[in-house]
Structure formats: C-alpha cells, structure tokens
C-alpha cells in the first residue's frame, strides 16, 4: 500500500469534525469547537465539535436506548463476532490513513503508527471476535445445609453491564479506543467514547468504521471534549453504568469520588506508572537496546515505560553509556519525516512537564549523561536523557514524568533489587534482563507489578491482560480477563 504523506489533513475526504450520536454526526448543543494542533509545529490541524455536559447527556440516553431496546444485545452472539472483526479488517484496510492521521495529531512517526499502533488496535478487535462467542456462564451444584433433602438447579448467567463510559487518553489515541470498545462490543455493552482533547481524529474515524462494520446506531458514541467537561460529566452521569478509564493516577481519583458521589458505577482504571527494568551483570549485549527501547518508545509516553533503570554494579557504566550513545544517536523530527525515530511530545503542556522535572533533577543535583533539554525551537521537541547520580526521594526518580527521560541506579543483589523495584507506588510494569532464568522467575514472583517482561520490554499482545497493581489502576484490560469487567453476574436457583 502506498500513502502520500501530506501534512494537512484537510485532504482526507471526509474527515469527521463532528460528534458521533446515535448514528449521526452532530455538532455539539453549545455549537462550540476546539483546535487539535499539530505537535510537530504547533499548528491547528482541525477544528472539533467540543462536547460538554449535554452532549453527554445526549450521547448516555442513545446508548441507554441502544441496550434496551436495540438490536445489538438481542444479536446472536455468532452476528456480533462477525461485525466485530469486520472492525478489525476495515481498520486494516484504512492503515495507512489512521496511522498518518494518529501521527499528525499525536507526532509519533508514521511507521511506528503504521507498524504498531494500527495492527494491534485491529489484532484486538479480531480478538474479541472470537470471545463474542464464547462467554458463559456455569451450573453449579448446591448444598444449602438449612433444607435437607431439597433439590435444586442453579446456574449463572453472565450478562452485559450496560451503558459504559470510556475515557481515553493521547499517547496511543486508536489503540486505546480499540482496547476499550473491543470488550464493550463483544458483551454487548453499548458505549459512550470520550477521546482526549490532544488527539481526537482516529477515534472519530473510527466511528465511521464501527457503523460501516453494521454496528447499529446507538452502540457506539463519540463525543470529543475536555476532560473537566465532558470527562467529568461522564464520570458524574447516573445513568452510567460503568467507567473505563485510562490516565493520570489524579484523575483517577477523580473518577473514583464521582462515581462514589452519584450511582456507584463499576469502574476499571488503567493508570500511571513508574516501571524498573532490572538489567543483572549476566545479562545478553541487547539489554542496552531493550533498556533504551523501554524508555524511548512512543517517547516515553506510555503508562508502561521503562523509566527506571536499575543495572546490576560491575556493568553499571557499561549499560548507562550505551543506553546515553543510543539517547544522542536518535533522529528527532515531525513524525511524517520518514527518517524520524522519536517525534515531538503530544503537547505544550507535556512538553512544560517534562522540561519542568528535567529543571528539578538539575536543580536536585542529578547529572544528564545524554539530552536534558529541548530539542530544537519550534514543536514540543524533548531530547532523549539519561540521568545518573540520583537519590531515591528525588522528584525524577519518584514520580511519572512521561517523557523521554530515564534515571539509572545500581544495585548489587537480587533481595536488594526486589525491594528498590518495589519502593513506588505504582505497579504497572517491570522489565528483567538475565541469562539465568531460574533468577528471572524468582524476581519476577517478588515485583508488585501486572506485567513482567523477561529479556523483552514492550510486549503487548490481545490475549495478554494488562494492568497494575497498586495506584497502577483497577482491574485489568485485554485477555478473556478484561471480560469480567464488562459483565455482570447472575445466580439463578430453582428448586426442583
Ligand atoms: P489526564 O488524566 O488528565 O487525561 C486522560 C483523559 O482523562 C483525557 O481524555 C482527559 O480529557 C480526561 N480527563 C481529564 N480530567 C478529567 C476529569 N476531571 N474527569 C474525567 N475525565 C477527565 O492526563 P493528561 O492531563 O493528559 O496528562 C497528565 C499526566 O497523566 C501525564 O503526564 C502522564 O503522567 C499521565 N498520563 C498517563 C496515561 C497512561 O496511559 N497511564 C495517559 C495520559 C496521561
Ligand atoms: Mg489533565
């Protein structure tokens, strides 16, 4: 497939503007809009509807109306396998215009979004096809020891939860979408998508994809806004029956009060992190580019980066100088330069938040032994940095930064280690670099984390659950796991 790489995305025939409700493209109720830029200049990009309270409103009732009286529930489950993977091949068919669109308003590079983001949000979707069919529920036999005698069939039936609200977030603007409307469909849940405010295109492109597929109108909805706004107003709704949020572990607590504040909504929570990758004195030469990858991927904006890098004494210098050579070695650029290896931040306020811890290690005495500043003058360009000589109370070892910015520390045992992993208070990921498997194993049992990689960073595959333990977030997306937190559970006993 070829693709022109054009930055303006006024080309793209049809690109939506709009809120999708109920089937239909509407401006918001307030008629106002709001500018996506273009992180790679600062630019505008497009104009989009900007939803707020109403719209919401708006969007639960049609969601509401979707699950009770439409067709998608009542659908065989065999029918809605079929359309979900359709969602899955139409992604496909339109790679080249989601990953150009998701780099324009995201500013990772073209290939990484043609290479990762886009097959993976298909691959999910193609996933949970096949789950559609094959969620059940059990017969269990019962003893019931205060009726002797009696005789009873109980079964459970395992049911969709209804209307739920999602909240994404910018650094993985289709993929989250997908990893959260791939489950909603395949249990027959019927949803209300609010994407970031950053980075809204692909999710509304991908509307248009969802109907195309022959989900019915009313299933899906996406309704672009601001966070405080619409996030908030799905978060408060009381008619919501659950909330599926990915970002900051502050906003999280957010969700968790207005759920608690209205109805009691069923939430799952997919959060910050702080992740060790652990790289022993025994480790294979590649620990240096997995460590380097662990971080700079997506340029360090993923809730799963390996952000602290922990090396075992005797290789210390070695790691931490080739982890700096690759940080000095990356191409920095706008993300349709196909020669670009990280592009810029999502945004102005990520890039003062990152150059603002970057200021505090310098400040707290932390030395830069690769990047530590901005790159270039113009976009939300942060150079690749490697940061030694810190202390663990430090504000850059303690908290996420979401940025292209790793800090390294020695450790000398596996007990030592296990702990130093351990002192954060998040749980999300972790990263084991060794030859000795037996060693591999028995760290991994000790890290309070939700996924563990061994020789790999950045593993992510549909059938794996993902999620964290700790202020990491709340249950877990992906795998048959995440299927338990868009059901419900019935118990039904009859007395023969
Ligand atoms: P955020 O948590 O504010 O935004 C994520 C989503 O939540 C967006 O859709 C936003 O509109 C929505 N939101 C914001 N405030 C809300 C509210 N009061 N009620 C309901 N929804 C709300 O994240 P932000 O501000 O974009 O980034 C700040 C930091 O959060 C980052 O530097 C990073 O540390 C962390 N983050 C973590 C992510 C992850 O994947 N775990 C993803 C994005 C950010
Ligand atoms: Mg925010």
Sequence with gaps: MTVTLDQNVETFIGIPRKMFINGQWTDAASGKTFETPNPATGETLANIAEGDAEDINRAVKAARAAFQDGPWSRMTPSDRGRIIWRIGDLILVHAAELAQLESLDNGKPYAVALGADVPLAADLFHYMAGWATKINGQTIDISVPYMPGANFHSYTLREPIGVVGQIIPWNFPLLMAAWKLGPALTTGCTVVLKPA??????????????????????????????????????????????????????VGKLIVAAAGATNLKKLTLELGGK???????????????????????????????????????????????????????????????????????????????????????????????????????????????????????????????????????????????????NDTSYGLGAGIWTRDISKAHALAKKIRAGTVWINCYNVFDASLPFGGYKQSGWGREMGGEVLNNYTEVKAVTTLL
């Excluded at 509304?204 to 405080?228: D, H, I, K, M, T």
């Excluded at 942060?382 to 292209?404: A, C, S, W």
Aim: one cysteine or more; a negative charge; hydrophobic letters at 40%.
């Design 275 to 421: 992740s060790p990758n652990i790289v022993f004195d025994d480790a294979e030469d590649g620990a240096i580019e997995g460590a380097a990858n662990a971080i700079f991927f997506n340029h360090g904006q993923c809730c799963v980066a390996g952000s602290r890098l922990f090396v075992q004494e005797s290789r210390f210098d070695e790691v931490v100088d080739g982890v700096a050579e690759i940080a000095k070695s990356i191409k920095l650029g706008s993300g349709l330069d196909p020669t670009t290896q990280m592009g810029p931040l999502v945004s102005s306020e990520q890039f003062d938040r990152v150059t603002g811890f970057l200021e505090s290690g310098r400040i707290d005495g932390a030395t830069a032994l690769a990047g530590g500043g901005r790159f270039g003058d113009r976009g939300y360009f942060v150079e690749p940095t490697v940061l030694t000589n810190t202390r663990p109370d430090m504000k850059v070892v303690q908290e996420e930064i979401f940025g292209p910015v790793v800090v390294a520390e020695k450790f000398s045992s596996l007990d030592e280690i296990a702990a130093q992993a």
């Design 197 to 250: 405010e950053q980075t809204p295109l692909t999710a509304l492109r991908l509307a248009e994809l969802v109907a195309e597929a022959g989900v019915p109108a009313g299933v899906v909805n996406v309704v672009p806004g601001y966070g405080e706004t619409a996030g908030a107003a799905l978060a408060m709704h009381p008619d919501v029956d659950k909330v599926a949020f990915t970002g900051s572990t502050e």
